[in-house]
C-alpha cells in the first residue's frame, strides 16, 4: 500500500465512524536479515511512522500485531525460525525496536497472531509458509514431521511471548499500555448426542483455544493435551512458568466458523497423521443428521454460528478470568474466481447478516459478565489471503483490481457507517469501543 493508498483507505475508516484500526508490522520490513545484526531498514520504520500519524491525526488508535506469520526468510535460513530457540532473542529484539520507535503512540500490542493457525498450517499439514510436513504427505517441504513440530514451534511461540510481554511490562508498559496473544480458536458442538462426543468436543476445545490460554494463565498445557501428546509436548521450566502467568493485561480472539466433532477411540488402527487429528476427534461440517452447524456465507468453509463466539466468551470469562478482551477478526469472504461482478460483490447481504448477527452476541456476551472492549471486521479491504490468494474477498470495501485499485464501499461498510455515526446512549465507558464501533482489521504490511 503506498501512501496515497494509505491516506485514501485510512479516510474510509474515517467516514465509516470508526475510531480503532488494526495492522501488522511486517518483521523483514524492519530487520531485513531478521537480526539488529543485520541492520535495521529506516525507511521501514518512516513507513509504519507515517501510518501511525495519519491514524492518530484522524482520532484512529492503532492496533498494532507484531507477529502474523511473516518469519523473516533469512531466519529460516539460518537455523530453522521458530523450530529453535534461538528466535525467542532475535523476535524480542524486532519488538524491543517496535516499542522504541512506536510505543509512544501505540499502546496496545498483539505478541502473536493466530499462534494455533500458524503451528497448525505451517508445520503440520504444511499448507502455509514454511509449508513444512511429515514425508508422504502433499506439501513444499514434505522433510518436517507434523506430530512434533507443531508443538516445538508453539512452545518457542509462547516463550518468545513471555519475554516480550515481560520486557514491555517492565520498560515501555507506563500506565496505560496493553499488551497480549491474539488467539483464534473455533467452536465445537458433539458430532451426536453422546458422552464421547460431548468428550471430544472438550478436547477440541483444549487443542484450540486452551493451547495457547491455558499456560498464560496457569502455566502449563491442557491436562488432555499433555495426556495425549506425552514427550511429543515439551515441558515449560519454573522460570519460564513465572514468566508466561499473567503475561498479558488484554487478549484478541479471532473467530469465524464451529464445526461438530466426532470421538474417535485410541487404538493400533488408528494414528494420527498431521497434529490436527491428535485430540482424537474428527471435526466434522454436519452432525449426525446431516444438519450443517448454520446457514451459508459465501465462503465454503465459514458457516455463520454467532452462538460458537459467545460460547468461547464465556469459557475465558469462567476458566480464564475473564480478561480484557477484543474480538480481534470476524468476518467472512466471498468466493471470488475471476467471475464474481462488482455488482454481486458490493451487495454483500450475507456478510452484512453474518456481522449484525455476531456483534450483536458479542453485546449478549457482556451482558452476561464477559469484558469484552471491542469488536475488529476482517477486513477492511479485499486482500490477498494467504494460500487462498486473490480467490476470497474478505473486505467490507471492494477493491477493483482492473481499475487502478479502486476502493467502494459494499453494503457492509454503508451499515458501518450508518451504524457508528448514529448516536446512542453509551451504557458503560469501559465498553464505549464496542457499542460506538466495529473496526476493520488489516494486515497492513502487504
Same mark, same amino acid.
Given at each position: 500500500?503506498?501512501?496515497c493508498?494509505?491516506?485514501?483507505?485510512?479516510?474510509?475508516?474515517?467516514?465509516?465512524?470508526?475510531?480503532?484500526?488494526?495492522?501488522?508490522?511486517?518483521?523483514?520490513?524492519?530487520?531485513?536479515?531478521?537480526?539488529?545484526?543485520?541492520?535495521?531498514?529506516?525507511?521501514?520504520?518512516?513507513?509504519?511512522?507515517?501510518?501511525?500519524?495519519?491514524?492518530?491525526?484522524?482520532? !484512529?488508535?492503532?492496533?498494532?500485531?507484531?507477529?502474523?506469520?511473516?518469519?523473516?526468510? =533469512?531466519?529460516?535460513?539460518? $537455523?530453522?525460525?521458530?523450530?529453535?530457540?534461538?528466535?525467542?532473542?532475535?523476535?524480542?529484539?524486532?519488538?524491543?525496536?517496535?516499542?522504541?520507535?512506536?510505543?509512544d503512540?501505540?499502546? *496496545?500490542?498483539f505478541?502473536?497472531?493466530?499462534?494455533?493457525?500458524?503451528?497448525?498450517?505451517?508445520?503440520?499439514?504444511? &499448507?502455509?509458509?514454511?509449508?513444512?510436513?511429515?514425508?508422504?504427505?502433499?506439501?513444499? !517441504?514434505?522433510?518436517?514431521?507434523?506430530?512434533?513440530?507443531?508443538?516445538?514451534?508453539?512452545?518457542?511461540?509462547l516463550?518468545? *511471548?513471555?519475554?516480550? =510481554?515481560?520486557?514491555?511490562?517492565? $520498560?515501555?508498559?507506563?500506565?496505560?499500555? *496493553?499488551?497480549?496473544?491474539?488467539?483464534?480458536?473455533?467452536?465445537y458442538?458433539?458430532?451426536?448426542?453422546?458422552?464421547?462426543?460431548? &468428550?471430544?468436543?472438550?478436547?477440541?476445545?483444549?487443542?484450540?483455544?486452551?493451547?495457547?490460554?491455558e499456560?498464560?494463565?496457569?502455566?502449563?498445557?491442557?491436562?488432555?493435551?499433555?495426556?495425549?501428546?506425552?514427550?511429543?509436548?515439551?515441558?515449560f521450566?519454573?522460570?519460564?512458568?513465572?514468566?508466561?502467568?499473567?503475561?498479558?493485561?488484554?487478549?484478541?480472539?479471532?473467530?469465524?466458523?464451529?464445526?461438530?466433532?466426532?470421538?474417535?477411540?485410541?487404538?493400533?488402527?488408528?494414528?494420527?497423521?498431521?497434529?490436527?487429528?491428535?485430540?482424537? =476427534?474428527?471435526?466434522?461440517?454436519?452432525?449426525?443428521?446431516?444438519?450443517?452447524?448454520?446457514?451459508?456465507?459465501?465462503? &465454503?468453509? !465459514?458457516?455463520?454460528?454467532?452462538?460458537?463466539?459467545?460460547d468461547?466468551?464465556?469459557?475465558?470469562?469462567?476458566?480464564?478470568?475473564?480478561?480484557?478482551?477484543?474480538?480481534?477478526?470476524?468476518?467472512?469472504?466471498?468466493?471470488?474466481?475471476?467471475?464474481?461482478?462488482?455488482?454481486? =460483490?458490493?451487495?454483500?447481504?450475507?456478510?452484512?447478516?453474518?456481522? &449484525?448477527?455476531?456483534?450483536?452476541?458479542?453485546?449478549?456476551?457482556?451482558?452476561?459478565?464477559?469484558?469484552?472492549?471491542?469488536?475488529?471486521?476482517?477486513?477492511?479491504?479485499?486482500?490477498?489471503?494467504?494460500?487462498?490468494?486473490y480467490?476470497?474477498?474478505?473486505?467490507?470495501?471492494?477493491?477493483?483490481?482492473?481499475?487502478?485499485?479502486?476502493?467502494?464501499?459494499k453494503?457492509?461498510?454503508?451499515?458501518?457507517?450508518?451504524?457508528?455515526?448514529?448516536?446512542?446512549?453509551?451504557?458503560?465507558?469501559?465498553?464505549?469501543?464496542? !457499542?460506538?464501533?466495529n473496526?476493520?482489521?488489516?494486515v497492513?504490511?502487504?
Open positions: 500500500m503506498n501512501i493508498g494509505r491516506q485514501e483507505d485510512v479516510k474510509l475508516l474515517k467516514q465509516m465512524g470508526m475510531d480503532a484500526y488494526r495492522f501488522s508490522i511486517s518483521w523483514s520490513r524492519i530487520l531485513p536479515k531478521g537480526t539488529l545484526e543485520g541492520g535495521i531498514n529506516y525507511n521501514g520504520l518512516q513507513y509504519y511512522r507515517n501510518l501511525i500519524n495519519t491514524l492518530k491525526e484522524n482520532g !484512529i488508535e492503532p492496533y498494532v500485531t507484531i507477529f502474523h506469520w511473516d518469519t523473516p526468510q =533469512a531466519l529460516e535460513d539460518k $537455523y530453522g525460525s521458530f523450530r529453535d530457540p534461538r528466535i525467542i532473542k532475535d523476535y524480542t529484539d524486532f519488538a524491543r525496536v517496535c516499542f522504541e520507535h512506536f510505543g503512540k501505540v499502546k *496496545h500490542w505478541t502473536f497472531n493466530e499462534p494455533q493457525n500458524f503451528c497448525s498450517y505451517a508445520y503440520g499439514s504444511g &499448507q502455509h509458509a514454511p509449508g513444512r510436513c511429515s514425508p508422504g504427505h502433499k506439501c513444499a !517441504i514434505p522433510r518436517g514431521d507434523s506430530l512434533i513440530e507443531p508443538y516445538r514451534v508453539g512452545h518457542n511461540i516463550l518468545a *511471548h513471555a519475554e516480550v =510481554a515481560d520486557l514491555y511490562k517492565k $520498560y515501555y508498559k507506563g500506565e496505560d499500555g *496493553h499488551i497480549g496473544l491474539a488467539i483464534d480458536s473455533m467452536f458442538k458433539p458430532y451426536a448426542n453422546t458422552f464421547l462426543d460431548e &468428550q471430544a468436543k472438550e478436547r477440541s476445545i483444549d487443542f484450540c483455544l486452551g493451547w495457547f490460554m499456560p498464560i494463565y496457569r502455566g502449563e498445557y491442557p491436562f488432555s493435551m499433555r495426556s495425549l501428546l506425552g514427550h511429543r509436548l515439551p515441558y521450566k519454573d522460570d519460564e512458568k513465572e514468566k508466561l502467568v499473567g503475561s498479558y493485561n488484554m487478549m484478541g480472539l479471532n473467530y469465524y466458523t464451529s464445526l461438530f466433532c466426532e470421538h474417535v477411540d485410541i487404538s493400533p488402527e488408528f494414528s494420527p497423521e498431521v497434529n490436527t487429528e491428535d485430540p482424537y =476427534a474428527t471435526p466434522k461440517f454436519v452432525d449426525h443428521e446431516g444438519n450443517h452447524i448454520g446457514p451459508e456465507t459465501g465462503y &465454503q468453509w !465459514i458457516r455463520s454460528y454467532p452462538q460458537g463466539l459467545k468461547l466468551l464465556m469459557i475465558i470469562k469462567n476458566k480464564y478470568g475473564n480478561p480484557p478482551i477484543y474480538i480481534t477478526e470476524n468476518g467472512t469472504a466471498d468466493f471470488d474466481d475471476g467471475h464474481l461482478s462488482k455488482k454481486e =460483490a458490493l451487495d454483500d447481504g450475507l456478510r452484512l447478516d453474518y456481522l &449484525q448477527r455476531h456483534i450483536a452476541v458479542v453485546k449478549e456476551s457482556i451482558d452476561s459478565g464477559a469484558d469484552v472492549r471491542g469488536h475488529f471486521t476482517w477486513s477492511l479491504l479485499d486482500n490477498f489471503e494467504w494460500a487462498k490468494g480467490t476470497c474477498r474478505f473486505g467490507i470495501v471492494y477493491v477493483d483490481r482492473d481499475n487502478g485499485f479502486k476502493r467502494t464501499m453494503k457492509s461498510a454503508k451499515w458501518f457507517c450508518d451504524f457508528n455515526n448514529t448516536p446512542r446512549k453509551v451504557i458503560n465507558d469501559k465498553h464505549r469501543d464496542l !457499542i460506538l464501533l473496526n476493520p482489521a488489516l497492513s504490511s502487504n
